[in-house]
Every structure is written in C-alpha cells, then in structure tokens.
Nanobody, 119 residues
C-alpha cells in the first residue's frame, strides 16, 4: 500500500524558512515524478514544485522560484521542499503527491502539513 506522509510544517515569521519532508512507503521516490501542491483557505489546490523521476529536472510555480527548492533522497525514500524567504501568502496546507505510473496524473496524496507565515 502506498503512503505519503508529510512533516515539517509550522508557524514562522515572514522572511523565515521551513523544510517540509514527504516520507514515502510502498513505492520508490525515483519511480515517477513527485510534486508538492498547496491549498490556502478559500482557494483551490495549486501546484508548487515538482521533481522528475530521474531527479534531473525540477519545476516551480512562478511565485516560489528562487525561494523554494525541491529535492529527494532515494536512500531515505523522501522528497523535501526547502522554503526560504517565506511570505504570508505562502500560508497553506502543503501536500505531497505522486502519480500511479510514469507520466500519469497525480494519484497518491498525503494528508498535508500546515504552513503558517505571520507578517
């Protein structure tokens, strides 16, 4: 059974940093691309960042480019999101996700971790 479990969220002041982690079981992080999405109160879930199955390519939503970095550790089977220079508008529940197969739609989702950035 595939499980994605996020951790690392919390309350931080604007300008601060957090590192989110997604522990994966039942599948290898290198088997497909993996991504982070977020959902703010009253808003739809939106894409934040993704890393390719090979780990060689990363993709970012425009508003987080230069501030967030997605990475993975194949030995620990985890995917991380380093978030620097956080802004109040980054406040949201952050979700880790992965498709069922290479090139497929995002299918597996974690339970989410809350990130709150105070001004």
């Amino acid at each position: 059974q595939v499980q994605l479990v996020e951790s690392g969220g919390g309350l931080v002041q604007a300008g601060g940093s957090l590192r989110l982690s997604c522990a994966t079981s039942g599948r290898a992080v290198s088997s497909t691309a993996m991504a982070w999405f977020r959902q703010a109160p009253g808003k739809e879930r939106e894409f934040v960042a993704a890393i390719s199955w090979s780990g060689g390519r990363t993709y970012y939503e425009d508003s987080v480019k230069g501030r967030f970095t997605i990475s993975r550790d194949t030995a620990k089977n985890t995917v991380s999101l380093q978030m620097n220079s956080l802004k109040p508008e980054d406040t949201a529940v952050y979700y880790c996700t992965a498709p069922k197969s290479l090139g497929g739609e995002y299918y597996y989702w974690g339970q989410g971790t809350q990130v709150t950035v105070s001004s």
